[in-house]
């Protein structure tokens, strides 16, 4: 099955969670059928889905209106009888309970009821794929799509194989994913908890819990360290007191694991986090987790660390999964402030694996044996980003940066600068202000680089605009560079391509304004929404967009803020080129080439006048244009260019 055959989804087992699935199906145009135990409840979903849609077309998300949200509910059929509900899906998706026998007595039912051709999909979050598959006649056509609650706000989807899943199913999945508007991680063994419960709830949550118990640190030291000094949104105490203690404790218990003291007695005492009222905090009388920025500044996180990326370097050398990938996984799925793998590389990897030999040393703990892969690469000196080396190379740009990344293609001649911070929509902060600048800076001057493309990483946002975070307290002058950040991409003289894949709003959308083109996927939305912080655009907004789309139709879009679909913007003249989603990052690439096949000389000197003569007198920029003209007669590319012509070849320019 293609992806273009898929027309109806079947959401079996609601709650918060098949609520979020079965919207984002209506979102993206599907039939859906959503089924849970009775009416009752049934109804009381598909009402909830109705006041999400209804939010979502106040603030503009996705592109709806009242009326576009009244349309998107009514693709939604609420159903109880569960072969009503799947007799013509063309994929399930299973959201039932975490509990094993119930989901093999569901998959038997779906087995028998669902059509031949349709894929089982399962959310969960730690079951065996591969389990659920043998119950059924269709193991190959069994998937795991583990969504993130909730999964309207939630990029990341986890897209699970099975020992017999078929990578026909694998890339359906993968797919459908991208045109949910989520971010798919593919995970490519089925093992306990997958990429990031693996990450999180073991090493993160749990051997912080250990070290309270130890005594060795108190809850407010780990949490307070974590979230202020570390910067994760929250610390691992009061990230289990918003998600449920007794969730984390149940996955444990069921994977034969020794539960730490700390949670043992936390959930005993029926203190399950916010939901209570009392977790490891008290919720009561607007009290919380309000731990204080110095309660961290002595605890060392290393013993943290060193679990978490034991865990990883498991993942990779199990060949479930590759570095990036699940670095991202990590960014999207649990809001890490960097890739984890990136920030073993800052910590040195020869340390991570001290920590874990002294802790095997000291309490003979299977969780604390180093796998293979760390004591190899600290052993063939692969120790981190001091070494050059780690679990990413650190040779390609000569520097590694905090908010972005850089990618040098040296056969096509095309520079990726990555806007790197996906959990946070890829948000303008300092870092990303200070790095920027420099960032283009050097490839000006990288004779392996023709051509530059920005694009987001994460697969929804180019960039959702400036991190508000950094205005609480925040001075004018603070913010003096957005001038040299915002100006980069339009003084350097290699042309530069935005790639709008997703949200381009506020800061993010003037960074694509002041490149030379701009490029869009069909899904993506623009806007200028500064007005609703009482601010106007400060990076070139109300100057850029008005030399555009003219005068009136900025004033438009800075002053009522409203987020415009590609369509629209491409209506308007501010994006240059549409495609369709699934053919995004192919189309870029095409139209990179070809600006990157072109002599480069010539490209620099067009750029150079035509920007500068757009603001001059036309005898003065006119005056420009022969002159360049006349230097690029001396040029070898000008020979190459003739002589090819005259010879019917393709030129090979050199850029002399």
């Known amino acids: 099955m293609k992806l273009d055959e898929i027309k109806t989804i079947a959401v079996i087992g609601a709650g918060t969670m098949g609520h979020g699935i079965a919207e984002l199906a209506a979102l993206a145009g599907y039939k859906v059928k959503l089924r849970d135990i009775n009416e009752e409840i049934a109804k009381k979903g598909y009402d909830q889905i109705k006041w999400s849609l209804n939010k979502l077309a106040e603030k503009g998300n996705f592109g709806l209106t009242p009326a576009k949200a009244e349309e998107v509910a009514q693709r939604i059929t609420p159903l109880v009888d569960i072969k009503e509900a799947v007799k013509d899906a063309d994929v399930v998706i299973e959201a039932a309970p975490e509990i094993m026998k119930l989901k093999l007595e569901l998959y038997q039912e779906l087995d028998k009821s669902a059509p031949k051709h349709t894929v089982l999909a399962s959310n969960t979050s730690s079951l065996s794929i591969t389990d659920l598959g043998k119950i059924t006649k269709r193991a190959g056509q069994v998937v795991g799509m583990h969504f993130f609650n909730p999964p309207v706000k939630m990029a990341l989807v986890e897209v699970i194989k099975g020992e017999k899943t078929s990578e026909e199913t694998m890339n359906l999945i993968v797919e459908l994913s991208k045109k949910l508007t989520r971010t798919p991680i593919r995970v490519e063994k089925d093992v306990r908890g997958f990429i990031v419960n693996r990450v999180l709830v073991g090493p993160f949550m749990f051997e912080s819990a250990w070290i309270a118990s130890r005594g060795d640190a108190t809850i407010d030291q780990i949490d307070s360290r974590m979230k202020f000094y570390e910067s994760f949104p929250m610390g691992p105490f009061e990230l289990q007191d918003l998600t449920g203690i007794d969730i984390g404790y149940h996955l444990m218990k069921e994977a034969g694991v020794v539960i730490p003291p700390v949670i043992e007695n936390t959930v005993k005492a029926g203190n399950l986090g916010r939901k209570t009222g009392k977790g490891f905090y008290t919720y009561k009388d607007g009290a919380g987790a309000n731990y204080t920025r110095e309660a961290g500044e002595k605890f060392d996180p290393i013993a943290i660390y060193a679990l978490m990326v034991n865990e990883a370097a498991w993942l990779i050398e199990h060949k479930v999964s590759t570095a990036d990938q699940i670095d991202l996984a990590c960014q999207l799925g649990a809001g890490f402030p960097e890739g984890l793998l990136r920030r073993a590389d800052r910590i040195g990897v020869d340390k991570i694996l001290k920590s874990l030999d002294e802790h095997y040393a000291k309490y003979k703990e299977e969780r604390y044996k180093a796998t293979p892969l760390l004591r190899q690469m600290v052993e063939q000196g692969k120790t981190g980003e001091k070494a050059g080396a780690g679990f990413y190379g650190y040779e390609k740009t000569g520097k590694e940066y905090k908010a972005l990344k850089v990618e040098i293609d040296k056969n096509s001649k095309i ?33 392996d680089v023709r051509v530059i493309v920005i694009r987001g990483e994460g697969g929804r946002a180019f960039s959702a605009g400036a991190d508000i975070t950094e205005f609480v307290g925040g001075k004018p002058h603070q913010f003096v560079e957005l001038g040299e950040f915002f100006r980069a991409p339009e003084l350097c003289t290699k042309p530069v391509i935005a790639a709008i894949d997703g949200f381009a709003l506020g800061g993010g959308l003037e960074l694509a304004l002041a490149c030379d083109f701009r490029v869009a996927s069909k899904r993506s939305e623009v806007g200028q929404p500064e007005i609703f912080l009482g601010l106007i655009p400060g990076g070139g907004g109300t100057q850029r967009l008005t030399r555009l789309v003219g005068l009136s139709r900025a004033k438009e879009l800075v002053m009522i803020g409203e987020r415009v679909s590609a369509e629209k913007a491409y209506q308007y003249g501010l994006i240059d ?60 590319d000008m020979m190459e260019g003739v002589n090819s012509f005259l010879m019917k070849k393709k030129p090979e320019f050199k850029g002399r």
């Open 415 to 447: 520079a990726w600068v990555i806007l790197n911070r996906p959990a946070r929509l890829n948000a303008i902060n300092s870092d990303m202000r200070a790095e920027l600048p420099r960032v283009f800076e050097e490839l000006r001057f990288n004779d």
């Open 577 to 636: 080129h549409m495609y369709e989603n699934e053919k995004f990052e192919q189309e870029v690439k095409l139209f990179a080439e070809k600006l990157a096949a072109g002599p480069p000389i010539a490209i620099r000197l067009a750029k150079q006048i035509m920007n500068a003569g757009a603001e001059s007198p036309l005898e003065a920029a006119l005056l420009m244009e022969r002159e360049a003209f006349g230097i690029l007669f001396a040029t070898e």
